[in-house]
């Protein structure tokens, strides 16, 4: 097992010093202890950094991502909550490449109003119209992509 001091740490993670301790004060790292006043760490915290790192990412809150650590440290996935995630951000795709098409046409469009030209005026419905479905309480599920592996 190899041992690396905090500085080490942060200088291969990319995770300032300031962050690791935090990081440590609210359970998602451990330390081992201190060699003088520096904190030492097992070089597995490296990995376990890569892990919140992407839990970040995909947009889990830090105690979203501390939950998905058992006592021992190691993770345990709710892959439901995992599938719910990816869902929402599924969603968040298509809204963004509605919002992409939208900006390129208003680029493109020779129209001399953008609120003249009936492409527009459609992509403004289509969008306006997606998004007061996905706030509806009742709205219908999206289906789900198909599973991998």
Same mark, same amino acid.
């Given at each position: 097992?190899?041992?690396?001091?905090?500085?080490?740490?942060?200088?291969?993670?990319?995770?300032?010093?300031?962050?690791?301790?935090?990081?440590?004060?609210?359970?998602?790292?451990?330390?081992?202890?201190?060699?003088?006043?520096?904190? %030492? !760490? &097992?070089? &597995?915290?490296?990995? *376990?950094? %890569?892990?919140?790192?992407?839990?970040?990412?995909?947009? !889990?809150?830090?105690?979203?991502?501390?939950?998905? !650590?058992?006592?021992?440290?190691?993770?345990?996935?709710?892959?439901?909550? @995992?599938?719910?995630?990816?869902?929402? @951000?599924?969603?968040?795709?298509?809204?963004?490449?509605?919002?992409? &098409?939208?900006?390129?046409?208003?680029?493109?469009?020779?129209?001399?109003?953008?609120?003249?030209?009936?492409?527009?005026? *459609?992509? @403004?419905?289509?969008?306006?119209?997606?998004?007061?479905?996905? *706030?509806?309480?009742?709205?219908?599920?999206?289906? *789900?992509?198909?599973?991998?592996?």
């Amino acid at each position: 097992m190899r041992v690396l001091d905090i500085g080490e740490v942060a200088e291969r993670s990319g995770v300032p010093p300031s962050t690791l301790r935090y990081y440590e004060e609210i359970g998602l790292i451990r330390s081992l202890g201190r060699h003088g006043l520096r904190r %030492q !760490f &097992d070089g &597995d915290v490296l990995l *376990k950094l %890569q892990l919140v790192s992407l839990g970040k990412a995909a947009g !889990f809150s830090l105690v979203e991502i501390a939950a998905m !650590f058992g006592r021992d440290g190691r993770p345990e996935i709710p892959r439901g909550q @995992l599938h719910v995630r990816a869902d929402e @951000l599924e969603r968040q795709i298509l809204d963004l490449r509605m919002l992409r &098409d939208m900006l390129r046409h208003v680029a493109d469009c020779p129209a001399p109003s953008h609120l003249e030209c009936p492409n527009f005026r *459609k992509l @403004l419905t289509t969008a306006t119209s997606r998004r007061a479905a996905a *706030k509806s309480p009742g709205r219908a599920a999206m289906p *789900k992509p198909a599973r991998r592996g």
